[in-house]
């Protein structure tokens, strides 16, 4: 169970910080909900208390984790496939995992692809999506704003 002012992650969506606790009546069904405000885009989403755990919430990561995601950029690149739907795949699933080193290694492989030979259309609209669920994680963690964190992202990547 979390409170109000817990800064947590929705994965797919990217992090935010509790502001409300609302009863609401969807569909005829009254439930909990728990209303997150994103840092980035100024966004609130609603959270089914009762779908919590299935759905993979959890707190965001602290400061250590946060730099060690940061140096994570640093490191040399495994080789994906050269098969675009299975890279697809297999990103999407490191997405939807939750897993904020998951998803910063996709956003890496994606801008190191996308400099080398170029990405197409869905997987520049997946990079975006990425990074954005990355960027709100490392802005709530470290405590910056949006733009230094992309900066520092972009700085850090090698190839």
Same mark, same amino acid.
């Given at each position: 169970?979390?409170?109000?002012?817990?800064?947590?992650?929705?994965?797919?969506?990217?992090?935010?910080?509790?502001?409300?606790?609302?009863?609401?009546?969807?569909?005829?069904?009254?439930?909990?909900?728990?209303?997150?405000?994103?840092?980035?885009?100024?966004?609130?989403?609603?959270?089914?208390?009762? @779908?919590?755990?299935?759905?993979?919430?959890?707190?965001?990561?602290?400061?250590?984790?946060?730099?060690?995601?940061?140096?994570?950029?640093?490191?040399?690149?495994?080789?994906?496939?050269?098969?675009?739907?299975?890279?697809?795949?297999?990103?999407?699933?490191?997405?939807?995992?939750?897993?904020?080193?998951?998803?910063?290694?996709?956003?890496?492989?994606?801008?190191?692809?996308?400099?080398?030979?170029?990405?197409?259309?869905?997987?520049?609209?997946?990079?975006?999506?990425?990074?954005?669920?990355?960027?709100?994680?490392?802005?709530?963690?470290?405590?910056? @704003?949006?733009?230094?964190?992309?900066?520092?992202?972009?700085?850090?990547?090698?190839?």
């Amino acid at each position: 169970m979390f409170n109000i002012g817990d800064k947590i992650v929705y994965p797919m969506h990217g992090a935010g910080i509790i502001e409300s606790i609302e009863e609401r009546e969807i569909l005829g069904e009254r439930k909990s909900y728990y209303v997150m405000k994103m840092p980035i885009g100024d966004m609130k989403v609603m959270i089914p208390i009762n @779908n919590v755990e299935g759905i993979g919430i959890r707190d965001v990561i602290g400061l250590q984790e946060a730099d060690k995601v940061f140096n994570s950029f640093s490191q040399k690149c495994t080789e994906q496939t050269t098969n675009w739907n299975k890279r697809y795949r297999e990103n999407m699933t490191k997405i939807k995992s939750g897993n904020v080193f998951e998803v910063a290694d996709v956003v890496k492989s994606l801008i190191l692809r996308e400099k080398s030979k170029g990405l197409s259309t869905g997987e520049r609209k997946m990079l975006n999506s990425a990074k954005q669920i990355l960027i709100s994680e490392l802005v709530l963690a470290k405590n910056m @704003n949006p733009v230094d964190v992309e900066d520092l992202i972009n700085t850090r990547i090698t190839t």
